[in-house]
């Protein structure tokens, strides 16, 4: 029964490696692997050598039957000792299935149940079983903290294996044992109904091991698409890609969210994924697409925002952005490949009520270099000042844009602050990158994380579902980090010839979005509500709503101060008022501070009504002898204090306190640490009421 339970075990425990990956073989393959070890542990031949044998032919022939693509037996074998971990820490979830990854499960789940099943002898405590599963299963947990509720069902199987585990190891009687078991099984349907319904998404993400490894980016020293823009952009129209769909949208090459005054570059971290990539963003329609690529001299992809699924090649993914590249770096000139995606969408609602993001993750993305243009800032504030909302104030940005400046395919090329100064400041005309740059250090400036993007328009049909994209169908445009919303673009660049547009003539905008905008601009023109001067002239600060909750998140730390920091200061305050004054009064306070020290002991009672000589006894009694010659000696100096002829002395004040503080510290010695807790948290009102009758 035992080793059937550690079976067990481990088999629930390799089901957390499920949500790893993109396939439902790994349901079988941990119970594959503990079953097998089962029949080689009782058959009483569980020697190493034959759990070596075991795991090869066992695990092998599902992991080569059952997994993605082809690959050696020399292969699977080093997938699954060493590179196993390795791909779960470097590569994007989910997974792919391929047979090293199987395999790595198999080895995980197959050891794990052979040395439980080995440590299942009623000689042995039922913990030690517990402990390589255990191990299995927080691993496995561990690695897919990124989708988060997916394994506490799991966990919730295997804690009440676990209990049923330990009532079977405790000897208890066929009753117990069946009590436990239904115990455990109530257990568990609890937590599989409650599974669905717990809200996973916390305040702050969660910790993922992913974060530590930094796995070589693996990309052949290249010009970035964005040097690309102002040159395909000048030249005549060339064929770059193909694109088959049946819902044509805007195609995103990469992302930049860095820059320096110079020129932009990209923080992205690309890592290896298999066909089915992260899930993130916000909700969107489903958009497939199939590609094919004439002519990009780059790794970088065009794809959807966001994509979802990748097949016909292998890619890699910035887990952050979403931007894809080739697997191995090199161009992606020639490739043939199809991509869902899940286009995030926008409603006017969403919009109006829309504010920008904040955290860490935006630290970079608000940084304004010091030598940019100051009309561009300074318009910036102007321009936004009758904003009804955060929303509108980029649409505000934009009409500007759009407006007051001509999109020029031959205008001087470049994104230095020195090219932005010409370009706004003189010429008015500039080229799609510039567009993009100024509008997002307006937006920058405004407090909102803002960062540009390099794509593609989804060109002109051609017939039968597919698009034809030309060089002259490359447009730059800016994103905004939006609270709840994630990254939305905008589109502040005019049609090339365009003058005087408004919003709805714009590059690369699509017809659903212009509506959209048009919509929010004339609610916020309708209904914009009076603003103080002070409230329109103050740049929205991204972690405004964080300071806002700042009284909210002191006032439990407050209260507690005000509960616990009142008795402390008011002994203070007593012992120092007891300390000053005429000797007389400093070596009454000195009985009274000592009295005080003494009623701390556990079961001495109040001690304000005894006599001098019964405080003198129950000290030699609680403290000893020493204790008890310190108090007569205080004794002593009070008495002649009060009832001699002869006034006190500084010298009868310093022996006094000099008693005290040794007081003090034998009473300090019998003070157990809970005592101490209790003093602290005990309520202050009582040394209050106290000192201040002590004072009347």
Wanted: hydrophobic share 45%; net charge positive; glycine share 10%.
């Amino acid at each position: 029964m035992r080793r059937v339970l550690t079976a067990a075990l481990a088999g629930v425990a390799g089901l957390a490696f499920v949500p790893l990956c993109a396939t439902r073989v790994l349901l079988v393959v941990p119970f594959a692997a503990a079953l097998a070890t089962v029949v080689v542990v009782a058959a009483r031949r569980g020697s190493l050598l034959v759990a070596l044998a075991g795991w090869l032919v066992a695990g092998l022939p599902p992991a080569l039957a059952f997994g993605a693509g082809t690959a050696g037996v020399s292969d699977v074998v080093r997938g699954g000792l060493v590179d196993g971990f390795r791909m779960a820490l470097t590569q994007a979830l989910p997974l792919p299935a391929t047979p090293a990854v199987l395999f790595w499960v198999f080895t995980l789940v197959w050891w794990a149940a052979y040395w439980a099943g080995r440590a299942a002898d009623p000689r042995v405590t039922p913990l030690l079983a517990l402990l390589p599963p255990g191990l299995v299963l927080l691993t496995g947990i561990g690695f897919g903290v990124s989708q988060p509720g997916r394994g506490l069902p799991i966990a919730a199987l295997f804690a009440g294996l676990a209990a049923l585990l330990l009532a079977v190891g405790s000897g208890a009687g066929l009753r117990r044992t069946l009590v436990a078991a239904v115990t455990c099984a109530a257990v568990v349907l609890g937590a599989l109904t409650a599974a669905a319904r717990l809200p996973y998404e916390g305040k702050r993400p969660v910790f993922d091991p992913r974060a530590l490894v930094h796995p070589p980016e693996q990309l052949e020293h290249q010009l970035s698409p964005l040097a690309y823009a102002s040159l395909w952009a000048a030249e005549p129209p060339r064929r770059l890609l193909t694109l088959t769909t049946a819902a044509p949208v805007n195609q995103r090459l990469a992302v930049f969210d860095h820059y320096d005054g110079l020129d932009w570059s990209s923080g992205a971290s690309y890592v290896p994924v298999g066909s089915r990539l992260p899930a993130g963003g916000r909700p969107g329609r489903s958009v497939r697409e199939s590609v094919a690529v004439d002519d990009l001299p780059f790794a970088w992809l065009p794809a959807p925002d966001r994509a979802t699924e990748v097949t016909g090649t292998l890619v890699r993914v910035d887990r952050t952005a979403g931007v894809l590249t080739t697997a191995g770096g090199h161009a992606a000139t020639g490739l043939r490949y199809s991509v869902t995606a899940r286009v995030p969408s926008l409603t006017a609602r969403q919009a109006a009520g829309a504010t920008p993001a904040y955290g860490p993750a935006y630290r970079d993305t608000l940084d304004v270099p010091a030598n940019v243009p100051p009309s561009i800032l300074a318009d910036a504030e102007r321009l936004t000042q009758s904003a009804a909302g955060p929303y509108q104030r980029l649409l505000t940005l934009q009409d500007r844009l759009r407006t007051q400046d001509r999109y020029d395919v031959r205008a001087a090329p470049g994104r230095t602050v020195g090219h932005l100064h010409f370009f706004y400041d003189k010429s008015h005309r500039g080229t799609a990158d510039q567009f993009a740059t100024v509008f997002a250090l307006m937006a920058r400036h405004l407090g909102f994380p803002a960062r540009i993007a390099v794509g593609f328009t989804p060109g002109h049909a051609v017939g039968g579902g597919r698009y034809e994209v030309t060089t002259a169908d490359v447009v730059v445009w800016p994103e905004v980090a939006l609270r709840g919303l994630g990254w939305v673009p905008f589109y502040p660049v005019p049609r090339a010839g365009d003058g005087g547009g408004t919003i709805g003539r714009s590059v690369g905008e699509p017809p659903e979005r212009a509506a959209l905008d048009r919509t929010v601009a004339a609610r916020g023109t309708s209904a914009q509500p009076k603003q103080t001067t002070a409230a329109r002239t103050a740049p929205t600060s991204p972690g405004a709503s964080v300071y806002r909750w700042w009284p909210v998140a002191l006032l439990p730390l407050l209260l507690l101060a005000g509960y616990l920091l009142p008795g402390p200061v008011t002994r203070a305050l007593t012992r120092m008022r007891r300390r000053s004054g005429t000797p007389y009064e400093q070596v009454v306070g000195a009985w009274q501070e000592t009295v005080d020290a003494l009623a701390r002991l556990p079961g001495t009672g109040d001690l304000i009504t005894s006599t001098a000589e019964e405080v003198t006894e129950h000290t030699r009694g609680r403290l000893g002898d020493v204790a008890g010659a310190q108090m007569e000696s205080l004794a002593r100096h009070l008495s002649v204090s009060v009832f001699s002829g002869r006034p006190a002395g500084e010298a009868d004040a310093a022996a006094a306190w000099l008693i005290v503080a040794r007081m003090r510290a034998l009473v300090d010695g019998r003070i157990t640490r809970a005592q101490r807790f209790r003093e602290l948290v005990r309520p202050p009102w009582a040394a209050v009421r106290r000192a201040v009758k002590e004072t009347r």
